[in-house]
């Protein structure tokens, strides 16, 4: 029996939950027992002998106790590390725990920024790690007709700090003098971030953007193909599932430089920014929306990205999950 430990934030879209979602598909598809659990305190979760964890690390906070799991078959699938997100007051002890982490149990990561976090800041004394990287559905459309220059936009993320909300509304007040629209879907996981974006776009009178619900997983790529381009000025990304998605649907994106970007940037994928200026982030999207010739670039330069599908990322995944 293999059993994934997650919070309430299963009932959300997002990257996180499904990668989750895939896992679990795979597993049953394998014909694995497996289940998901939605845990409030996981200190009090009853863990059984004969059962192996995939504990979230949504779940980790600094009163996590670590010394507690010891003994039973448990893995930590790692989307974010806590301390990243900037949310949480006491990293320093935080770090502790997820070093603490590292160093008792194995880590799956899900994108190179959470490798690399464990190197270059937790650096824990001991650790078995493996990148277990989103995949793309089968049958993943690619979009092929063109305008001459962008005027619909998307922006997939949800609304809650650091996501670049603020930023893109920043951008959007110094192009107003341009014919374009920008769509942005998402789950509100943070209301006060949301009402300050709501609030902003009424009191500046901005008719080209809008907020929209979250849409489900199973239409995101029909969703992408109706739009000229991407943006994602988030502050942080583990992998940035929504971007590789795009980018495999060959809608050219502006992003900044978070989640998977050098993998991209390697293979010559154009439109990943050098930093989170929103002054570079502007004159970017203003030089793509004016020329043709800067827009074809962004096409031309995301026709050679190939992705894995889920399935064939998962085979590590289940042949290091029945070692435990």
């Given amino acids: 029996m293999i059993i994934i430990l997650t919070s309430g934030i299963c009932e959300k879209i997002s990257g996180g939950t499904v990668y989750n979602t895939k896992l679990f598909e795979f597993l049953i598809a394998k014909g694995r027992r497996a289940a998901v659990d939605v845990v409030p305190d996981i200190n009090g979760y009853d863990f059984k002998d004969d059962v192996s964890y995939i504990i979230d690390g949504i779940l980790i906070d600094e009163k996590l106790n670590v ?33 603490l982490i590292c160093e008792t149990f194995m880590i799956f990561a899900t994108g190179m920024v959470s490798l690399d976090y464990i190197n270059n800041v937790i650096q824990p004394a001991a650790k078995t790690c493996y990148l277990i990287e989103p995949g793309i559905d089968s049958g993943w459309k690619k979009k092929n007709c063109f305008n001459e220059k ?48 709501v609030n902003e776009v009424e009191r500046s009178e901005l008719e080209s953007i809008t907020f929209n619900e979250a849409v489900p997983h199973e239409h995101i790529n029909e969703l992408l193909l109706e739009y000229d ?82 399935e064939t990322n998962f085979e590590l995944f289940l042949s290091k999950i029945e070692e435990l």
């Fill in 150 to 197: 962008p005027q619909k936009i998307v922006y997939l993320a949800n609304y809650i700090e650091g996501k670049g909300h603020i930023k893109l509304l920043a951008l959007v007040k110094k192009l107003r003098y341009l014919d374009f629209k920008v769509d942005c879907f998402g789950e509100i996981l943070s209301k006060p971030y949301f009402l300050e974006l």
């Fill in 229 to 310: 381009l991407m943006l994602h000025f988030s502050d942080y990304e583990s992998y940035g599932m929504g971007i590789m998605e795009a980018l495999c649907a060959h809608l050219p994106c502006i992003i900044t430089p978070t989640g998977n970007f050098k993998k991209y940037q390697s293979i010559g994928i154009q439109g990943i920014l050098n930093s989170f200026d929103v002054s570079e982030m502007t004159n970017a999207v203003e030089d793509v929306l004016n020329s043709p010739v800067m827009y074809l670039q962004l096409i031309q330069s995301v026709k050679g990205l190939n992705m894995q599908s889920w």
């Fill in 67 to 99: 010394t507690r799991l010891k003994g039973f078959k448990i893995c930590f699938l790692i989307h974010l590390w806590p301390s990243v997100n900037g949310l949480h007051v006491n990293n320093n002890r935080l770090i502790k725990v997820e070093k």
